[in-house]
């Protein structure tokens, strides 16, 4: 029997988290019966090269690099998470030092700005999106620094490296179910419009009858009662299927900021 690989390295936000997708993922092989191998691939590990593996199946990859890759990955499942509806929804949220005492945006201009790479939806995309309005000012932030992952955004922000980061709402919620102080310690300037969420994915590659068992077995794990404390944990109601076409508005949200003369968080 073939082995494929499980990563869920965008949401292991603690150990605890990590955990808990470790669960899940011993759990959907036992349902679907296919070996599943969890793969670290902590940071610095380039996750394009992660989701450019043949023997992906079941890894947490972003709608922008999706989208920009030509939709080919094979949609399993995406979490309902604390902002979804009947559909697998997230946005960016901009955080501050709550010592800043900014309510909005528009106060933090002038000060510095963090950002994740261009791969990203909720630290590039989504972000530059929600600045772009703003564009004809010139620029908008005195620094711009970019971070490989949301810890490192939050830490500098943290140790006042940084005055503004964008995190994904989803990974915000699974922070701060296990570190609820710092939503003392954080304020939230700015959100985002919902898109589709994040989503564990296969290969291209991957067989018909794998991602048919790999979808049937995530859908079966969602409705069972002993999975009720690791979706708890994860902050979940469940997994849904997402449509490939639920991600064409990212490639939209790109060309209005360019549109509006902002090519880059800055």
């Known amino acids: 029997m073939t082995t494929l690989v499980a990563c869920s390295r965008l949401y292991n936000v603690t150990t605890r988290h990590a955990e808990a997708w470790r669960m899940l993922f011993a759990e959907v092989s ?4 296919i070996r599943l191998s969890v793969l670290e ?5 380039p996750l394009g090269e992660l989701w450019r593996r043949p023997d992906l199946g079941l890894a947490f990859i972003c709608g922008r690099p999706y989208v920009q890759a030509g939709a080919r990955h094979r949609i399993i499942g995406a979490p309902l998470g604390p902002e979804a509806g009947e559909k697998a929804a997230y946005r960016t949220v901009l955080l501050a030092r709550s010592s800043s005492g900014w309510k909005r945006v528009e106060e933090s201009f002038g000060s510095r700005l963090a950002h994740l790479p261009a791969h990203s939806q909720s630290g590039y995309n989504a972000l ?4 772009a309005p703003f564009a004809s000012q010139g620029r908008l932030y005195a620094e711009s620094v970019e971070f490989d992952t949301p810890a490192e955004c939050l830490k500098a922000l943290r140790e006042g490296r940084v005055d503004v980061v964008p995190l994904d709402s989803y990974w915000y919620a699974l922070l701060v179910s296990a570190k609820r102080e710092w939503q003392e310690e954080f304020c939230i300037i700015g959100r985002s419009p919902l898109t589709a969420m994040p989503f564990l994915a296969s290969s291209p590659e991957a067989d ?20 009720e404390d690791v979706r708890r944990e994860l902050c979940m109601h469940g997994f849904v299927l997402p449509s490939p ?3 064409a508005v990212l490639a ?3 060309a209005e900021a ?3 003369g902002y090519p880059c968080p800055i």
């Open 245 to 247: 076409s639920d991600y």
């Open 128 to 131: 530059r999106f929600m600045l």
């Open 208 to 227: 018909d009858g794998v991602v048919r068992d790999l979808r049937g077995a995530l859908a079966e794990w969602s409705r069972t009662s002993c999975g």
């Open 252 to 254: 939209e949200q790109e």
């Open 41 to 45: 691939w902590a940071a610095p590990a």
């Open 30 to 33: 036992r349902l679907s019966g």
């Open 258 to 260: 360019l549109r509006l």
